[in-house]
């Protein structure tokens, strides 16, 4: 590999493949120390292609995810058996690993702009900004620059595009699924509200049991299947289908109520 060779996006590949060992370094911990990481799948991951393969995923924080995600693939191609174990996974990263963000997210401070620079896509939300709901249109560079990264490598999607779970998925991921054809793998995640801030940043609680499950891709018509059909395979892929909610524990369900209503009086203090 040429020393500033870049990727579709200008990064530059030296760079990026440091950045995402330094993070990871940083980061190991949070899965394997202080707290676990339950992993299922990763024979999935390795025979997977190359490139043009979609990962859906509910969602918990905004970054403590999707690192995870990274550390699990790269665990995984190295011939890792659902464990982290051995940091040597981390000297050769997988490089053309995407996931999709909120552009005023990724833009906000350095450390959110290095996180970018590691992997972002970023795109402008149509239904929300700086904490109010809008409603503008989709831009075409947005799903464009999706595309690309899917011609290069894996992208990560957070379809509901919140951290609030049993929220519905966007239409528009299953737009880009019509539109790119791609491998479409569902993953399931579950412990990282209780381990970290909604940001994923601050360490809440140790000794928590994490888990990831990465499921066998799913089987889509992509030419006759409708956008609502699809959408609806994911939500029960991602265990974030209504039905889900009859069968959540109800002291489960109490916590997440008391976590969103202690959120929304932060944000009433705030004015």
């Known amino acids: 590999m040429g020393l ?12 990026k493949k440091w950045l995402i060992r330094i993070m990871g370094l940083m980061t190991r911990s949070r899965y394997k120390g202080f707290n676990t990481l339950e992993i299922e799948g990763s024979e999935v991951l390795r025979k997977l292609p190359g490139e043009n393969v979609l990962f859906v ?23 890792r058996e659902d464990s982290l174990k051995n940091l040597g996974y981390l000297w050769n990263p997988k490089l053309n690993v995407y ?46 620059n999706i595309g690309k990264a899917l011609t290069d490598g894996w992208v990560i999607t957070f379809p ?32 990282f509200r209780r381990s970290f801030d909604k940001k994923g940043l601050r360490v809440k609680k140790k000794g928590i049991l994490q888990s990831m499950v990465i499921k066998e891709p799913l089987e889509i018509d992509y030419g006759n299947e409708s956008p609502e059909s699809i959408i609806e395979k994911l939500e029960y892929a991602i265990e974030q289908h209504p039905s889900f ?8 369900l109490l916590a997440y109520e008391q976590e969103n209503e202690l959120r929304r009086y ?3 203090k705030k004015f």
Do not use: C
Request: glycine share 6%; charged share 20%; aromatic share 10%.
């Open 57 to 79: 995923s509910n969602h918990q924080t905004y970054f403590a995810d999707v690192v995870a995600m990274f550390h699990v693939f790269n665990a995984s191609l190295a011939g």
């Open 266 to 268: 932060r944000n009433r």
């Open 245 to 252: 909610l009859k069968v959540i524990p109800q002291e489960e």
């Open 99 to 144: 996931y999709v963000a909120a552009a005023e997210t990724m833009k906000k401070n350095l450390l959110t702009k290095i996180f970018a620079y590691a992997g972002s896509i970023s795109v402008e939300r149509t239904w929300r900004s700086e904490g109010q709901d809008i409603q503008r249109q989709v831009k075409m560079s947005d799903i464009s």
């Open 160 to 191: 509901q595009g919140t951290t609030t779970p049993w929220k519905p998925l966007r239409k528009g991921t299953a737009h880009i699924i019509k539109k790119y054809k791609p491998v479409v793998v569902p993953v399931v995640i579950d412990g």
């Open 4 to 15: 500033f060779k870049e990727n579709p996006f200008g990064h530059i590949l030296f760079l």
